[in-house]
């Protein structure tokens, strides 16, 4: 099946750092989305892309929607410790299912 | 509020048994789905319904069972366990396959 790539798989970062992580598909998407997973939960939704070009902020999270439809980007500034967890992404063409990346998991040193 | 219930929360199962992972939502979605989740290949699709009575298959259907006879409740049936099917398993619920999910806190299953 379709699947999404996410880069980088795992980063170790300090306390106060910028983070940029990215997503990547062989096809074009309408959607993408970022979610967050903290140990022992579920996935939950930081934010919704639905246009190219599209960047959108929540807080300290910015997200872009590649203007080639194949990529996206999530940038945290300021790290905290409680952003420590898997981001992933998910991608989805209309008419079709979400498709998942594999996660990039993030650990913040103090 | 409750959002997307799922039970139980741990299961060991031996090979050859069968269960049922019990999902629930009451936030009156239309669309709901279960994913399996394993190590280094994120979320990916079973089953998945866009309304009670109706359901699709995913990309990884075998060895699973849904059905959907309420708005509410879409449980996920393993019908002989095999230690593939090791895995989180996680449900989720939106208002239509065009928005974005809510995913319950998952399902951990240890098939032995």
């Known amino acids: 099946g379709q699947q999404l790539n996410q880069s980088p798989q795992s980063m170790f970062i300090q306390e106060g750092e910028d983070v940029s992580m990215n997503c990547t598909s062989s096809?074009?998407?309408?959607?993408w989305l970022w979610y967050k997973q903290d140990p022992g939960e579920g996935p939950v939704l930081l934010i919704a892309l639905y246009k190219a070009g599209e960047l959108t902020s929540n807080g300290r999270l910015t997200a872009q929607f590649g203007i080639t439809r194949k990529d996206s980007f999530l940038n945290i500034s300021a790290s905290i410790p409680s952003d420590v967890g898997i981001y992933f992404c998910a991608g989805r063409l209309y008419g079709q299912n979400f498709v998942f990346g594999p996660g990039t998991r993030l650990s913040v040193l103090p | 509020n409750a959002g997307v219930t799922q039970t139980p929360k741990f299961q060991v199962l031996k090979t050859g048994q069968s269960m049922t992972l019990q999902c629930a939502q009451d936030?009156?979605?239309?669309?709901m789905s279960w994913y399996r989740q394993d190590p280094g290949m994120g979320l990916r699709l079973i089953h998945y319904s866009v309304g009670a009575g109706i359901t699709d298959q995913g990309e990884v259907p075998n060895g699973y069972n849904v059905s959907r006879s309420t708005t509410e409740d879409f449980p996920l049936r393993l019908l002989s366990a095999a230690p593939s099917q090791t895995s989180v398993y996680f449900c989720?619920?939106?208002?239509?396959?065009?928005?974005?999910?809510?995913f319950g806190d998952g399902t951990r299953l240890s098939i032995l």
């Open positions: 989720a619920s939106s208002y239509s396959s065009r928005d974005r999910e809510h």
């Open positions: 936030m009156n979605h239309e669309y």
């Open positions: 096809s074009i998407f309408n959607t």
